[in-house]
């Protein structure tokens, strides 16, 4: 059998260590514990990309909570309003709850939009939105998260949690890949 590869050689640029994580991920637990701490919320995450946060971020809070997930994503533009596709959907009845939606990354802000407002029409008390990473510059409708992880510049990433074609998820950090991996060689 041959060695075996290791993913982080596909990296170009670490963007986001593993302390910046931590520190973030510190940070945003403080603000939650001030703001929903007393509230029982339910956090949700999207999947699939949130799992890491959500596993390192529920385990930074040391107040009641529930944990849930819900897989959607959005084909929305900047003229339409948001379509959502919900392909699994949250096993909790909202109504009346206090919600944190959490992600991993605020893009175009179509997915978490969407979802802020169907939560909102289902009934919640409050809809929260948490994102571990913020990328502005690509922002296509108006939405800006309430806890923000750490605002990065116009670039592709991938790692803990985020993905290039299904892969690289389990990456510790948050980086760039080389730009060869996303141009086949011909
Ligand atoms: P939206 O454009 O804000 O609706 O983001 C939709 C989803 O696209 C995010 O939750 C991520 O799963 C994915 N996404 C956006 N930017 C990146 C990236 O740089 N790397 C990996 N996935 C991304
Ligand atoms: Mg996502």
């Known amino acids: 059998m041959s060695a075996t590869a290791s993913i982080q050689d596909d990296v170009e640029t670490v963007l986001v260590t593993r302390q ?6 510190e940070r945003i637990a403080a603000e939650l ?5 007393d509230g029982n919320p339910i956090l949700v995450g999207v999947l699939i990309g949130a799992y890491v946060f ?19 994503s959005s084909y929305g533009n900047c003229t ?12 909790c009845d909202v109504t009346d709850r206090h919600v944190v939606l959490v992600d991993d990354i605020a893009d175009s802000g179509q997915t978490l939009k969407a979802l ?3 939560l909102q029409e289902r009934g919640a008390a409050s809809v929260r939105t948490c994102c571990l990473l ?3 510059a690509r922002r296509t409708c108006d939405f800006e998260a309430d806890y923000v992880g750490v605002t990065i510049p116009d ?6 949690g985020l993905d290039y074609a299904g892969n690289h998820r389990n990456l510790p950090f948050v980086g760039i890949l080389r730009p060869e991996l996303y141009q086949p060689s011909k």
């Open 20 to 25: 910046d994580l931590e520190s973030a991920i």
């Open 33 to 37: 514990t001030g703001d929903v701490g």
């Open 54 to 72: 959500m596993a390192d971020l529920t385990r930074a809070l040391d107040f009641p909570l529930e944990v849930d997930f819900i897989n959607a």
């Open 80 to 91: 339409q309003p948001q379509q959502l596709e919900i392909i699994t959907d949250v096993t």
């Open 116 to 118: 802020v407002r169907m």
């Open 134 to 136: 913020d990328k502005p």
């Open 155 to 160: 670039a592709f990433v991938v790692g803990y």
